[in-house]
């Protein structure tokens, strides 16, 4: 069984930091990609930062030159860190990651998400 668990989220003032972590435990050979996804109140679920294996990344373009995503594949960890945080930010985080099982399988994973206030 593989889980994701972030933690990081919570209430900040506009112009702040927070740093999301997340880490994926449980038996699995590897991990691919590992993203951050957010939603906010009546909105869809949007990509906010991906990583890939290789170390590549992407973002979007609402947080592009305030977050950063890295990962630590050691500790099997993916970190968000978002800086100059605005109230639009405010949403619950999601953490996802491609994962091959250790029967060679690729599954996607969700975690329960954490929320994140950003007061103005």
């Known amino acids: 069984q593989v889980q994701l668990v972030e933690s990081g989220g919570g209430l900040v003032q506009a112009g702040g930091s927070l740093r999301l972590s997340c880490v994926a435990s449980?038996?699995?050979?590897?991990?691919?990609?590992m993203g951050w996804y957010r939603q906010a109140p009546g909105k869809q679920r949007e990509l906010v930062a991906a990583?890939?294996?290789?170390?590549?990344?992407n973002y979007a373009d609402s947080v592009k030159g305030r977050f950063t995503i890295s990962r630590d594949s050691a500790k099997n960890t993916v970190y968000l860190q978002m800086n100059s945080l605005k109230p639009e930010d405010t949403a619950v985080y999601y953490c996802?990651?491609?994962?091959?099982?250790?029967?060679?399988?690729?599954?996607?994973?969700w975690g329960q998400g954490t929320q994140v206030t950003v007061s103005s």
């Open positions: 996802n990651a491609d994962i091959t099982t250790d029967w060679g399988h690729s599954m996607n994973f």
């Open positions: 449980g038996i699995f050979f590897s991990i691919n990609t």
């Open positions: 990583i890939t294996g290789g170390g590549s990344t």
